[in-house]
């Protein structure tokens, strides 16, 4: 299993809408939070390109970045909590000799900080941020690099689990299929126009369904 950890495994979408949302008036720009939300789940590099123009990045992207990720770290992090039921899904799988990869287009310090928060670090196998790919959701670099941790499994063995569109799409780009969490508040049917295989309401729906999945 490979998850996806915002809006996946903790409850942090909105925190992101609002930091993107202070870090373009910082810096003189203003978009509707429903365009914000719309691209949540793309690690900055591909979120960006989304608001602002080439030069626009050339002049101020980096800086407007960092800004917005370290006032999210600051003030937005520590709000973070996780969903019900992540360490007991995770355990779950562990004791049926599945293994675990986490694959997150966020920061590394914020992915390790989400491991220790949801207690997990001794139930995966490793980890993947935006730091470890050239490009982030939905380019399937990250799914790519988890894979290759991931070493003898093949992306045909391997499921994703993810919250947004751009999971599903990174996934499938990688040759992994995708099953769908809507925690992180994107509409059922828009996970399931982008292809995902089975849809959950969050880990506690999936713990409870887990034992049918294996059949």
């Known amino acids: 299993f490979i998850f996806d950890i915002d809006g996946t495994l903790v409850d942090s979408n909105e925190l992101h809408v609002d930091s993107w949302d202070r870090a373009f008036r910082q810096f003189g720009k203003q978009f509707p939070r429903e365009q914000l939300r719309a691209q949540i789940g793309k690690g900055s590099d591909q979120y960006l390109p989304e608001f602002l123009t080439p ?7 980096k800086e ?4 917005r990720s370290e006032l999210f770290r600051k003030e937005y992090l520590p ?3 996780p969903f019900p039921k992540v360490r007991e899904l995770f355990q779950r799988i562990h004791d049926d000799n599945r293994r675990i990869m986490l694959a997150s287009s966020g920061k590394k ?4 900080y989400y491991i220790d928060l949801l207690k997990i670090g001794d139930l995966i196998d490793g980890y993947v941020s935006g730091d470890d790919a050239d ?13 290759e941790k991931l070493g003898d499994i093949s992306s045909a063995d391997a499921v994703a689990v993810g919250d947004t569109r751009f999971d599903i799409e990174a996934a499938k780009k990688a040759g992994v299929k995708t099953i769908a969490f809507l925690c ?8 399931r126009e982008a292809g995902a295989i089975a849809i959950y309401r969050d880990p506690a729906d999936f713990l409870d369904h887990y034992d049918k999945l294996r059949k």
């Open 55 to 61: 030069e626009e990045i050339k002049r101020f992207g």
């Open 64 to 67: 407007l970045d960092d800004y």
């Open 79 to 81: 709000k973070v909590r």
């Open 109 to 112: 310090a914020d992915t390790k």
């Open 135 to 147: 490009s982030s959701k939905p380019a399937p670099d990250i799914f790519a690099a988890s894979l």
């Open 184 to 191: 992180g508040g994107t509409p059922e049917s828009v996970l």
